[in-house]
């Protein structure tokens, strides 16, 4: 057990996922007959922890911490750093988006996808936790478009908010215009 604000939850691990990741759900209690708010969390050791301001991982997993003491739910914190590409290369994403290229481009100069995430895991953890039907806490189309395709229904899909800061405006940025992410406080066109 673990506490979330104000109240006990329960951390859920796994065996028998399709990838070696350690992921975990946080989960608290929702109300009976409602599919339960989901937030699909890659980890970011940089924002959750740190506190980096080059990206809104860390202030979008307290919004979804949040949200979850409010209303219930589960956060399926996925050990996908970077990503999906490691700490590591995440780092030496870091120097080159410091030369001027983009989180993407910085990827894709180091040999890497631009997003090598499988959501596949979290659909595996969602149908061990019997939660087939939810609501999903995103900005991001591909998690939605994932979850479907490995039998979960996604009812709706909820926006986080954008935290939108000098520092991350060029990360936020390259996200709407690259992956889709729908941030319209960023003036981005969002393809449908």
């Known amino acids: 057990m673990a506490r979330v604000g104000g109240r006990s939850t329960e951390l859920v691990t796994f065996t028998g996922l399709p990838d070696e990741g350690e992921h975990v759900a946080c989960v608290l209690p929702t109300k009976l007959g409602v599919p339960p708010l989901v937030r699909l969390h890659s980890e970011c050791l940089t924002g959750d922890l740190f506190g980096s301001e080059r990206c809104d991982c860390g202030p979008q997993l307290d919004e979804a911490l949040g949200r979850m003491d409010a ?72 998690k939605a478009v994932q979850l479907r395709e490995h039998g979960i229904e996604v009812v709706e899909v909820l926006p986080t908010q954008v935290y939108l800061t000098d520092e991350n405006a060029r990360y936020l940025s390259a996200k709407a215009r690259i992956s889709g992410h729908t941030l319209d406080a960023l003036g981005e066109e969002v393809p449908s």
Do not use: W
């Open 71 to 142: 209303e219930g739910g589960t956060v399926l914190y996925l050990r996908q750093e970077g990503r999906g590409i490691g700490l590591y290369n995440k780092l030496d994403a870091y120097v080159l988006q410091d030369r001027g290229l983009d989180t993407f481009e910085a990827n894709r100069h180091l040999g890497r996808g631009y997003d090598e995430r499988d959501y596949g895991v979290a659909a595996a953890m969602l149908c061990a936790l019997g939660q087939t039907s939810i609501r999903l806490l995103t900005n991001n189309p591909d």
